[in-house]
């Protein structure tokens, strides 16, 4: 039976690699798939992971039906097994409202691949509806380390080495043009603001214990 998966973890775990492999693996079998994605890093319409490696995708914007898609491939003779969709924290709800009827009625799996939670700890929109309707949910054991060496568990924004916590959800950055940027920390140094270049900027103190 065909399934809708939703593979998360925070940044620098490894996701669009997996992308990348799954794609790999299921195409070498003589299955046929598409890839897709957004917003990624090294530009429009390519699928990369941060080891290097990419593949042409097809860019999803915000008015992309997934459905329409597929119903147009499978019309025109064209198979589809699987579909990989990287970046899909950024999808709407209503395009994961259609991964999932496609993997209902037209037997295509659906391999996702996305961060659950903004840099706010709030999750993306796409990501709870994928939570929500996927058969599976898959997180990540390759751990993202904070700069204490921790396990990283939430994204921060920063702005010259400076955490943000106000702005618009969707910010791309991690870009040779772009100020903005986004740094793995362990919960309490989201928690506390404090940065890998704030850490090394001034002496990093404990927090009072509540209780004398």
């Not at 903004?118 to 509806?129: E, I, M, V, W």
């Not at 939430?154 to 702005?159: G, I, L």
């Amino acid at each position: 039976m065909a399934e809708l998966v939703f593979f998360s973890g925070t940044m620098d775990c490894g996701k669009s690699t997996l992308a990348l492999q799954t794609d790999h693996n299921h195409a070498t079998r003589g299955r046929r798939g598409a890839v897709f994605t957004q917003f990624d890093r090294a530009g429009t319409s390519v699928l990369s992971s941060r080891l290097g490696l990419q593949v042409e995708a097809i860019e999803v914007d915000e008015s992309f039906s997934f459905r329409e898609f597929v119903v147009a491939a499978l019309s025109g003779g064209q198979g589809l097994d699987y579909l990989i969709c990287d970046e899909a924290q950024f999808y709407t709800v209503a395009q994961v409202n259609d991964l999932a009827e496609l993997v209902d009625r037209l037997g295509v799996d659906v391999y996702a691949f996305g961060i659950a939670t903004d840099f706010k700890t709030r999750l993306f929109p796409g990501s709870a509806r994928l939570i929500e309707l996927a058969d599976r949910v898959e997180v990540l054991q390759v751990a993202s380390l904070c700069w204490c060496g921790q396990r990283g568990t939430h994204n921060a924004r920063t702005v010259g080495g400076v955490m943000v916590t106000e702005g618009d959800q969707v910010v791309v950055g991690d870009t040779d043009a772009g100020v903005v940027a986004y740094e793995v920390l362990c919960r309490d140094h989201h928690r506390r603001e404090i940065t890998a270049a704030k850490s090394g900027a001034e002496h990093v103190s404990m927090d009072p214990l509540p209780f004398a």
